[in-house]
């Protein structure tokens, strides 16, 4: 990997001599101009799957969208072998500036964009105790928060994923978009993709407990797992009251749990589980079958590193996230509402490669973001959602424990409106 010092060294002077020019182009017409600070940009890196929209487009209802924003700076804090930046500046023209302040300046004395993308995912940083990747979005966001105060101006802001690794940075970035009163969205793919079948959450259900079945390991997968909760758990009645306590479990307790038949035995209801694997399209199959529903034995066999996270919500609601490597490859979800003798289950559709379309379908709430100066929905389902990431991974990293978290009490109203793709 190359450091910055020496890619700046070696290819800066014919991107940092552009600069100026940017600063002193008007904003032509209703067209605004967007600055992208980002972790790192390569193939199939989430710069990669969301910048990139802002500069060829994408599709949006049978019609080819071409957003209404100019790429006029960018920031990359690394430089992988086969980074694509450099590729990307010399064959759409903006600049890569050498720090935060000068991309949001464009090379000038003063704020010079009107809307700002953060991508804090991958690259090589380092691991907290309990294994989450330190990724620098507070830092990125806290250096852009110093620049709107020194400069008297702000600007739209979208977040990519959860805010923080660390809570109480989570919670300070919150504040701060409030005290500076700029728009601020952040998230996932998850809550905003094409659902199977194409389903809500009834605006004031009563929802007793809810359950996603999904991939991934830790720190990264889990946080889409728990927005696919979160984003039907908040249209409750009453709406979001926040989370009064956060178990992990790992290994052979998964197992226990999944034996013990119901959430007040310390497992979750069998129902859930099986409206889940119903949905998935990538259920797991002894050789030569197809679509025959696995023993419990045939799932420990396939699954070598079971996770759950058993959450629960101060007004009573119970939740369990599981990551099931070998059995799924995608995102269920499945609740039980009171009244009703069947759970309402769907799956969280995610388009494959090479185009991965979901990301586009987070990219129009960004854009949403930078043209409204409204958020599509509230910020606080991704504090809280970051908030149980960090509980999660703190409990098991604590022998499994189950964790008060009087901290994440966050309470918000959801919109009544849906925001998912459904067309």
């Known amino acids: 990997m190359l450091s910055r010092r020496s890619f700046l060294g070696t290819?800066?002077?014919g991107l940092i001599a552009g600069p100026m020019l940017f600063a002193q182009q008007p904003n032509s017409g209703s067209r605004k101009r967007l600055a992208i600070l980002t972790t790192e940009w390569r193939y199939h890196s989430h710069a990669w799957h969301m910048g990139e929209r802002f500069l060829v487009g994408y599709p949006e209802n049978g019609q080819w969208h071409r957003?209404?924003?100019?790429?006029?700076?960018v920031y990359v804090d690394q430089f992988p072998e086969n980074d694509l930046s450099r590729q990307r500046s010399q064959e759409f023209g903006f600049p890569i500036y050498p720090t935060i302040a000068e991309t949001l300046r464009c090379g000038g004395d003063k704020l010079a964009v009107d809307a700002v993308l953060i991508i804090g995912e991958h690259g090589n940083y380092e691991k907290s105790e309990y294994g989450q990747t330190k990724y620098p979005r507070y830092e990125f966001f806290k250096q852009m928060t110093d620049v709107f105060r020194k400069d008297g101006k702000t600007a739209p802001v979208f977040n990519d994923k959860h805010l923080s690794w660390k809570w109480d940075w989570a919670k300070e970035m919150v504040d701060l978009s409030r005290e500076l009163k700029f728009p601020f969205t952040a998230g996932s793919s998850l809550p905003v993709t094409w659902r199977m079948p194409s389903i809500e959450m009834p605006y004031d259900a009563e929802i007793m407990e809810m359950m996603s079945v999904a991939i991934g390991g830790m720190d990264s997968y889990d946080f889409h797992a728990l927005e696919a909760i979160q984003c039907m758990a908040e249209r409750r009645k009453g709406g979001e009251t926040g989370v009064s306590a956060v178990q992990g479990l790992r290994g052979e307790a998964v197992w226990k749990a999944m034996a013990a038949g119901s959430w007040s035995a310390g497992g979750w209801d069998p129902k859930l589980f099986?409206?889940?694997?119903?949905r998935s399209q990538t259920l797991s199959q002894p050789k030569t079958f197809s679509h025959r529903y696995p023993t419990e034995g045939q799932i420990r066999e396939?699954?070598?590193d079971p996770i759950a996270y058993r959450i629960e919500y101060t007004d009573g609601t119970k939740a369990t996230m599981l990551l099931l490597n070998g059995l799924v490859g995608d995102f269920?979800?499945?609740?039980t509402l009171k009244g009703k003798a069947e759970p309402l289950s769907t799956l969280f559709y995610l388009p494959p490669t090479p185009n991965v379309s979901y990301s586009a379908s987070l990219m129009s709430k960004a854009e949403e973001t930078f043209l409204t100066g409204k958020s599509p929905y509230p910020v606080e389902r991704t504090l809280l959602t970051g908030g149980l990431v960090e509980a999660g991974?703190?409990?098991?990293?604590?022998?499994q424990v189950r964790l008060e978290t009087p901290h994440l009490a966050v309470r918000y109203k959801a919109p009544r409106e849906s925001?998912?793709?459904q067309s």
């Open 11 to 13: 290819v800066g002077a």
């Open 67 to 73: 957003p209404p924003l100019d790429v006029v700076a």
């Open 274 to 278: 099986e409206a889940c694997l119903s």
């Open 302 to 304: 396939w699954v070598a």
């Open 332 to 335: 269920t979800f499945a609740a």
């Open 393 to 399: 991974v703190q409990s098991i990293g604590k022998n």
């Open 419 to 421: 925001t998912f793709v």
